[in-house]
């Protein structure tokens, strides 16, 4: 694996809504940007009024995928919206960084 990118995060916005219709296709701009060399990648979510399972499936995937390409993934999703209370009920805020917004996931970044 050669050296990574130095630089600010890359913000993907992730559509309204995200069901099994087009969860994957949503996602797929998060492989996008670690294809394209980003060494650390901020799902935006805070619009995001609607996920499914299948669109936390992709996430956790798209997460897989960074830890193996030694990058990160970290979520912004609004903490009062009712995809915070999905990701609340599954459970993957213990596997994933999850953050109220794209300022405090960038911020935290810059902490490390």
Do not use: W
């Not at 050669?2 to 701009?29: F, H, M, S, W, Y």
């Not at 619009?47 to 193996?68: L, W, Y």
């Amino acid at each position: 694996m050669g050296p990574r990118p130095i630089g600010g995060p890359v913000i993907v916005t992730l559509p309204p809504e995200i069901d099994a219709g087009n969860a994957e296709q949503a996602c797929e701009k998060l492989y996008e940007a670690f294809a394209a060399g980003a060494a650390v990648v901020i799902a935006d979510l805070t619009a995001t009024t609607f996920c499914d399972s299948s669109g936390i499936q992709q996430m956790m995937m798209a997460h897989a995928h960074a830890v193996s390409a030694g990058a990160q993934l970290r979520l912004a999703i609004s903490p009062s919206g009712a995809v915070a209370r999905v990701v609340e009920l599954m459970g993957i805020g213990k596997a994933l960084d999850i953050y109220a917004n794209t300022d405090d996931a960038a911020a935290a970044l810059n902490a490390l």
